[in-house]
């Protein structure tokens, strides 16, 4: 292969004109994957399911190469699983099972979420309210995996460490066992660093850890975004390839991990469609084949 074509990389797309305008976005980027919002990212209702849309959409990625268990659709930001009021929990557990059903449509794609925030009630409270949240929502046999996103550790939410991010696979497959192996972890690159590990300056230790903590078999996704702040700062502000705290030579390290090359890395800087080319461009550039 040449020119990086064996790298799984995309970026956050709009999804406001359909499933099709959404795949045509993705290629006319170089992308061959993506993300995108299930619904408003500030929450909402969903529109119905649009079948000729969604059909066109399959045509176009299996005509681009572009598989769905390789694209991330992500829960709209107010999901909080874990919230101290009930109604945002109600919330949270209709909204995430809505989009798991909808997503049944697209077979296979990778479902993300944060974890949520504690609002005071403590992390241990806020693992098991999440835990329990997942297990209402999912189903044996479901085509639809859900990951848990790793968080900047940022006030009172979870998921800033690896090992919470652990504590909420364990309290769900010890409640509901059949659930085992329907649960991954999609690794993003500034919050693991604002959250205090060095995954740019250390990478393969960075994995090691995470491997000890969660299994590395676990990982199905990056989030691959420089960071504004310095390792540790727990902000979570994005920042554009190459030109944060992380930088080139760190990105360079994590996307040419022998432990992490075969996974879809999706961009979510801020950026446009065309920057969004140019990072895609600079980072094929920058990939390692074989």
Known sequence: ME??????????????????????????????TMQYFTRNPRGGDVKALDADDAAEAKRLA????ISFSHTIAHAAYTVNPCSA????CDFAVRSMREDIERLENFPGTLYNFHPGSHTGQGASVGIEKTAACLCSVMEPGQKTVVLIETMAGKGSEIGGT????????????????ELAGMIGVCLDTCHVSDAGYDIAGDTEGVLDEFDREIGLERLRAV????????????????EVIGSGALGLDGIGRIINSPRLRAL????ETPNDLAGYKKEIALLR???HEG
């Open 85 to 88: 009021k009930p109604e945002v």
């Open 223 to 238: 989030h691959l975004n420089d960071s504004k702040n310095p390792v540790g700062a727990h902000k979570d502000r994005h």
């Open 162 to 177: 690896f090992g919470e991010v652990r504590a909420i696979i364990d309290a769900v497959e010890h409640a509901r066992p």
């Open 264 to 267: 879809p890395f999706c961009l």
């Open 3 to 32: 020119n990086g074509r064996g790298l799984l990389i995309g970026a956050h797309m709009s999804i406001s004109g359909g499933y099709a305008a959404m795949i045509r976005d993705a290629v006319s980027i170089d992308g061959n």
């Open 285 to 287: 550039s920058m990939y």
């Open 62 to 65: 299996e005509a681009a190469g």
